[in-house]
């Protein structure tokens, strides 16, 4: 596997980051199917590993750390969250000092070591003050606590107006954005993608088959999801990737160029999704998820090889989106001065 810089820091990290979400999540994968997995992810190279203090309310980070008290811990990069409630009380969410504090302990513990390579902010926080949150974790890289900070889940303005602010005070920037991208959600390169060329942020992207969308088990004149998938269960929890909210005809028809590009590459459909990705001005590192070795073995065959131009093409053309305004209007003005 090859290693990339994280955005302008000096922080190698793989080209395919695992994503811990599925790791004691109800019917995805238990403790042993999750070290089993980290295993392999290790074996293959890779050194970048995603997870969240809320995932499974704490035991996605309980089993990383089961994991990882067994491993050199330098040889990994451990990337994790804040920001969703943990506990019913007032301050058990958000991006106040006091929660950001004491969830990093927390987070440490569970994760059993001393240090965190990336504390992301899950998502922004409309009820704290911006200067709160960023001198909070300014402090904790002054400290060691954690090496370096990240971002998901801001828009535009909020993303450049953290930024700004650290700057203007002296404090550690985010280094790394992780928003959702995928051939399912191209929105992110209206505002999140040239923000973070432009700002030197490494982009890891996740979601990358929108939540089992784009792995190759969904095709057109299906009348339902699949018994098992998370698909099925995100309709009755209400999740993002939910049967509902996907079932429309730019769906099937992103689906049926995917489905055309693996079989002409003689790859999966998940192969196909995810060096899509990576071939993306921007991106780092796709967050890659797998609730069985089966679907990690696969994923994992998707660095190593090049989608040729002519297949990105076709998969950008039925992938794209009509973007609303201002950004209409403004790529329209720019005329052949666009770059
Ligand atoms: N920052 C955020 O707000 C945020 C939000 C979501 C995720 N994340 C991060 O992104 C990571 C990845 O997210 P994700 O789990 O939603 O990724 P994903 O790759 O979009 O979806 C993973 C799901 O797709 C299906 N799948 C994956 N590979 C497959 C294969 N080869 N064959 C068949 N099915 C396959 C599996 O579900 P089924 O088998 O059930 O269909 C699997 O659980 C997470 O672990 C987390 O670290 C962050």
Known sequence: MDYRFLGHTGLRVSELCLGAMTFGRQNEATEEQSHAMLDRFVA????FIDTANV???????????????????????????????MGTGPNDLGLSRKHILSSVEASLKRLQTDYIDLYQVHCWDPAT?????LSTLNDLVRRGTVRYLGVSNFNGWQLQRALDLSREKGWEEFVCLQPQYNLLCRSTEWELIPISIREGLGVIPWSPLRGGWLSGKFHRGMSAPPDDSRVKLA??????????????????????????????????AAQVALNWLLRKPGVTAPIIGARSMPQLEANLGSSGWILSEEHVRHLDDASALQPPYPYDFIAKAAGPRQA
């Open 55 to 85: 995932y499974s309310t704490g035991i996605s980070e309980e089993i990383v750390g089961k994991w990882l008290r067994r491993q050199r811990r330098d040889d990994l990069v451990i990337a994790t969250k804040v920001r969703f409630p």
């Open 129 to 133: 003050p911006l200067e709160e949150s």
């Open 235 to 268: 309709e009755e929890k209400d999740w993002g990737e939910k049967w509902s909210a996907y079932n429309n005809e730019h769906t099937w028809a992103v689906l049926d160029a995917l489905h055309a590009v693996a079989s002409k590459t003689g790859k999966s």
């Open 44 to 47: 293959a190279g890779g050194n």
